[in-house]
């Protein structure tokens, strides 16, 4: 077995089960190390025990490396396939996931994610993905490293220098762009023009008024830049908690639909946003919806069975599900408002 592919399997599924960031880190690291090698000097080093000398390197990390160069799987990789959940193949959610082609929320390094840019690439194109959205973080969220508007132009062109080689593959440009206080988003508008997707997200005063809450969700909503509004109770229901935010649901979504911004289905575990209650009030305001991860390591890639768990449950139409078109299909709406005529004649 190859020990780099041993190595970025086991942090994938530590990350998959939201182990400590450190003992992720310490697989990717040797991952990194190992690739990194001249020819043959992995086996040697693992033949003469000293393979640990290296920087980066652990007893742990060394050990998967000797057995995957002997041609075994690794014991702890097999430890971690046994006791991992069912990826999603058969089960809740397995036929819709099927269905899916992409994931317009992820985050990298560039911002508050663990990976690079490059990495979860390989690891959306590695699940099957034809395309996956990139969404770092914009400048007023600073505890996440959100983007200025210069680092984010200099994103634009890591990411189209990175797609000269991916294909057919594509990794699409875009912004988890914070809604202001007044429903304003947080970019400079030339730079929200030239991103493919724009996901708007609050994360500040979540406990203001009802009625102010709804009124600066429905601006963010109707925004001309706006496609896909993002986890929008902002509730965590794993740890301490975090309360949704209240607004009125029934005004927000008919902004949504009117507008065709789609309500993002939080697939992340602490998340689980909206909740199912106002999933099926949005299945009935007739909007679309975004399937996605909000993922800020590769192994969270895996998490969308856990959204379209919810959504078969609620009764989300496949069809207006904007995760489960083509590219090109995904390119047409957020930059000329078409949808395809599937679902134009649902």
């Given at each position: 077995?190859?020990?780099?592919?041993?190595?970025?399997?086991?942090?994938?599924?530590?990350?998959?089960?939201?182990?400590?960031?450190?003992?992720?880190?310490?697989?990717?690291?040797?991952?990194?190390?190992?690739?990194?090698?001249?020819?043959?000097?992995?086996?040697?080093?693992?033949?003469d025990?000293?393979?640990?000398?290296?920087?980066?390197?652990?007893?742990?990390?060394?050990?998967?490396?000797?057995?995957?160069?002997?041609?075994?799987?690794?014991?702890?990789?097999?430890?971690?396939?046994?006791?991992?959940?069912?990826?999603?193949?058969?089960?809740?959610?397995?036929?819709?996931?099927?269905?899916?082609?992409?994931?317009?929320?992820?985050?990298?390094?560039?911002?508050?994610?663990?990976?690079?840019?490059?990495?979860?690439?390989?690891?959306?194109?590695?699940?099957?993905?034809?395309?996956?959205?990139?969404?770092?973080?914009?400048?007023?969220?600073?505890?996440?490293r959100?983007?200025?508007?210069?680092?984010?132009?200099?994103?634009?062109?890591?990411?189209?220098?990175l797609?000269?080689?991916?294909?057919?593959?594509?990794?699409?440009?875009?912004?988890?762009?914070?809604?202001?206080?007044?429903?304003?988003?947080?970019?400079?508008?030339?730079?929200?023009e030239r991103?493919?997707?724009?996901?708007?997200?609050?994360?500040?005063?979540?406990?203001?008024?009802?009625?102010?809450?709804?009124?600066?969700?429905?601006?963010?909503?109707?925004d001309?830049?706006?496609?896909?509004?993002?986890?929008?109770?902002?509730?965590?229901?794993?740890?301490?908690?975090?309360?949704?935010?209240?607004?009125?649901?029934?005004?927000?979504?008919a902004?949504?639909?009117e507008?065709?911004?789609?309500?993002?289905?939080?697939?992340?575990?602490?998340?689980?946003?909206?909740?199912?209650?106002?999933?099926?009030?949005?299945?009935?305001?007739?909007?679309l919806?975004?399937?996605?991860?909000?993922a800020?390591?590769?192994?969270?890639?895996?998490?969308?069975?856990?959204?379209?768990?919810?959504?078969?449950?609620?009764?989300?139409?496949?069809?207006?599900?904007?995760?489960?078109?083509?590219?090109?299909?995904?390119?047409?709406?957020?930059?000329?408002?078409?949808?395809?005529?599937?679902?134009?004649?649902?």
């Amino acid at each position: 077995m190859d020990a780099v592919a041993a190595l970025e399997r086991i942090a994938f599924l530590l990350e998959r089960s939201l182990a400590p960031g450190y003992r992720v880190r310490a697989f990717r690291t040797a991952a990194r190390v190992v690739h990194g090698l001249p020819p043959g000097e992995a086996a040697a080093r693992a033949a003469d025990g000293s393979l640990e000398s290296l920087k980066g390197i652990g007893p742990k990390t060394a050990q998967v490396v000797r057995e995957a160069l002997a041609g075994e799987v690794p014991g702890y990789l097999r430890k971690l396939e046994e006791e991992s959940e069912d990826t999603g193949r058969e089960g809740p959610g397995a036929a819709l996931r099927a269905l899916l082609r992409g994931d317009c929320h992820t985050h990298s390094d560039w911002s508050d994610g663990g990976s690079p840019i490059e990495e979860m690439g390989r690891a959306a194109a590695a699940l099957g993905h034809e395309w996956t959205v990139l969404t770092d973080h914009s400048p007023r969220l600073t505890v996440a490293r959100g983007l200025s508007p210069q680092r984010l132009r200099e994103q634009l062109d890591a990411v189209a220098g990175l797609n000269a080689g991916w294909a057919p593959f594509r990794l699409l440009t875009g912004i988890e762009c914070d809604i202001l206080d007044d429903g304003s988003l947080d970019q400079e508008p030339e730079l929200l023009e030239r991103l493919d997707v724009v996901v708007v997200s609050v994360h500040s005063k979540l406990r203001m008024d009802a009625r102010a809450m709804t009124r600066r969700l429905v601006a963010a909503a109707r925004d001309p830049h706006a496609d896909v509004l993002g986890h929008c109770t902002g509730r965590l229901v794993t740890g301490r908690g975090r309360p949704e935010s209240r607004f009125d649901a029934d005004e927000v979504f008919a902004a949504c639909a009117e507008s065709g911004t789609a309500v993002e289905i939080n697939s992340r575990p602490e998340r689980l946003d909206p909740p199912r209650r106002l999933l099926r009030r949005a299945v009935a305001a007739g909007t679309l919806f975004a399937i996605d991860t909000d993922a800020h390591a590769p192994g969270q890639l895996d998490w969308q069975i856990l959204g379209c768990a919810r959504a078969e449950e609620c009764g989300v139409p496949a069809e207006r599900v904007v995760t489960a078109w083509s590219a090109d299909e995904l390119l047409g709406w957020t930059r000329e408002g078409r949808v395809p005529a599937r679902v134009a004649g649902a």
